[in-house]
């Protein structure tokens, strides 16, 4: 049985990363968890002294899952532009792969795909450390390491879509100044949306971060309800199938010409 195309894209990437990894360890493993250390310990000390709890949990146990998915969608972002247009344009890695027979939406796919296996094994790791801090009490938490790999897909889709069709990265630093750094602030990483004012809040509810969070945190509490992990999981499954239409269109038009 011959090995689906999508799966040798994939391949091809774990065998670049294989090479590659530790020049990328500090980023994928080590920030995420520097950042825990700092803002669930360090500001979680203070909100402990001032206010005790935040949602009815220790501010550790509720910023984890947020910088989790949080860190998943940065590394996302970041591979979804610079390395798509390298593939596309500077390196032109991408019309090697699809002068054999693998097509170009296989080729997309497979890179979509990639890129959520890498943050699921950034988010081990970090999932690991923040167990040992204490900050998932849940066995459920296991569960948070999907959601992040979810939320990844659901951005690396659509940017990876646009990215392909670029000349050039001028519009890159604006799109992690001006849109993924908003989200990593205000979408329920460091503090729940309701303490945003009443006219962002609607904003911050149509954020996949958002989403993702919540599911997240809901796996590594325990809390779960239903309807709303339903509603989570769909909104990030829909946010992977737009970038999916968009992008198996953008690449077949960018690599095939």
Known sequence: MSTPALVR???RE????ARLWRGLAFSTFVQ????LGAMGIGLGGLVKAHSGSVDGLTYLDFVAPGLLVASAMQLAASESMWPVLGGAKWMRQFHGVVATPIRPGELYGGFVLWT?????LGSAAFVLVAALLGAVPSAWGILAIPAAALCAAAFCGPIA???ITQESDVSFPMIMRLGVLPLFLFSGTFFPISQLPSGLRPLAVFSPLWHGVELARAATTGHFDVAAVVTHVAVLVACVAAGAF???RTFTKRLSS
């Open 32 to 35: 995420p968890a520097l950042y």
């Open 116 to 120: 959520a296996i890498h943050a699921m």
């Open 9 to 11: 894209v994939v391949e």
């Open 161 to 163: 879509a646009f990215s």
């Open 246 to 248: 968009a992008g198996v």
């Open 14 to 17: 774990a065998r670049v990363y």
